[in-house]
């Protein structure tokens, strides 16, 4: 009972004294052009930072509410996450990155790599979801934001890989991080089935409400970081034209899987993401429509099949447990959207050395190797670390419940 708030009550007040000492703005500028130029920059990137604040403080928050009996706990712990994620990541940038003279010297930009470190936490928590303690949870999240910023800086800078929309950086690294958890933690157990697990027509449908948001604001998290003009419009396009195609897709495919011809809320609130999340490494890069609209049913069909024959092998055989399918959703479209950005830098131009995008094909698997690798090992670490009995992880029979969690009016009378 007392961990939890003496955890998150050290946690903020070392970063109070950390912001106190070394955390700063930029002074005002004294010539107009800078202040014009630094005006224009925010003007342009807030309205995108706030699309994505929407997309994981509500859109993702509603899409974890499929479990009926742990809505509160999950839209609580994703807000929670996203708070403690985003700080601890500002202060690891700042130290490592951006620490000159003694100062961090925080802006806009800085504040969005740390949201998007955030991101990778909240997409590999969908493994362990209402398995675990919101202080394992917090341990997961510490131990994930540092391997996430020293693979994104491998991966982006010493190996050069293009992928404007993180779809290696962030959907392949936290969909193996949250698998390698998950197998350290339950190990050689396979949970069987919890009687509060089984989704609801009442869940499903807020959890359908989550992926709608998420389906709207996704072309502002592809396009954030794309050189404005030319570049930041095809990405704006060609994420719009890969959903448009993966919810359409998800549809037909998810109909024709099921015997009556029914339709499974499952595979449309994560299928008809699965577009946004392959196009994200291809989306700035100069390709026709139908390549968009083709990747993106590709991957609502790698989506689909991987909840209907997929996550029950690994089940089986490998004794994974994955609460959310997040290696349907991050991991399987992740990985096609690396694939077609290794095809597009060979077909990219006509005009240029064929050496040139050889090489960067090779990149980009490479980025792809180094995800995976670096995430798997990571993750199987920060999930031994969890099992410790000091971070209370619940009993079996008090998973997937919010009473475990929070105080109900009900209750107290």
């Excluded at 955030?118 to 394992?136: D, K």
């Excluded at 693979?151 to 193996?176: A, M, P, R």
Aim: net charge neutral; hydrophobic share 50%; with cysteine.
């Amino acid at each position: 009972r007392c961990l939890l708030p003496l955890f998150l009550g050290l946690f903020q007040g070392a970063l109070l004294l950390f912001f106190a000492l070394f955390v700063t703005y930029d002074g005002p500028s004294a010539q107009v052009e800078d202040a014009n130029l630094v005006a224009n920059q925010v003007y342009s990137t807030f309205p995108f930072f706030q699309d994505i604040q929407v997309m994981l403080v509500v859109g993702l928050g509603l899409l974890l509410t499929f479990l009926p009996r742990y809505g509160l706990s999950a839209l609580t712990h994703n807000f929670l996450l996203l708070n403690f994620s985003m700080q601890w990541a500002l202060v690891l940038q700042g130290l490592i990155h951006h620490f000159q003279h003694g100062q961090v010297h925080l802006d806009l930009h800085k504040l969005l790599v740390s949201e998007f470190a955030a991101v990778t936490v909240l997409i590999s928590v969908g493994a362990i979801l209402g398995r675990t303690s919101p202080c394992q949870l917090l341990v997961m999240a510490a131990c994930e934001v540092p391997v996430y910023l020293a693979s994104e800086w491998v991966i982006v800078n010493c190996l050069g890989v293009l992928d404007v929309g993180g779809t290696i950086t962030i959907h392949v690294f936290s969909c193996y991080f949250g698998l390698g958890v998950s197998k350290a933690l339950f190990w050689a157990r396979q949970k069987p089935l919890h009687p509060k697990e089984t989704p609801t027509p009442r869940s499903d449908l807020m959890s359908l409400v989550g992926m709608l948001i998420l389906w709207v604001f996704w072309p502002s998290f592809v396009a954030v970081l794309c050189q404005p003009g030319d570049a930041q419009h095809r990405a704006i396009l060609n994420t719009l034209l890969a959903m448009s195609a993966s919810a359409i897709t998800t549809v037909v495919a998810s109909s024709l899987l099921e015997r009556d011809g029914k339709l499974s809320p499952g595979h449309l609130q994560n299928g008809s993401l699965a577009g946004g999340v392959a196009i994200g490494a291809v989306a700035d890069m100069a390709m026709p429509p139908a390549a968009a609209l083709a990747l993106g049913s590709l991957s609502a069909v790698a989506c689909v099949l991987g909840f209907r024959c997929l996550t029950p092998l690994l089940g089986r055989k490998l004794r994974l447990q994955d609460q959310c399918g997040i290696h349907n959703l991050h991991g399987l479209p992740g990985i096609l959207g690396a694939a077609a950005s290794a095809v597009a830098t060979l077909v990219a131009s006509k005009e240029a050395s064929g050496s040139r995008f050889s090489q960067q094909a090779l990149c980009q698997a490479a980025g792809l190797a180094v995800a995976i690798g670096a995430s798997l090992v990571a993750g199987l670490l920060a999930g031994a670390a969890l099992r410790l009995p000091c971070l209370a992880q619940p009993p079996e029979r008090l998973c997937f419940d919010d009473s475990l969690h929070f105080k109900f009016q009900a209750q107290v009378e």
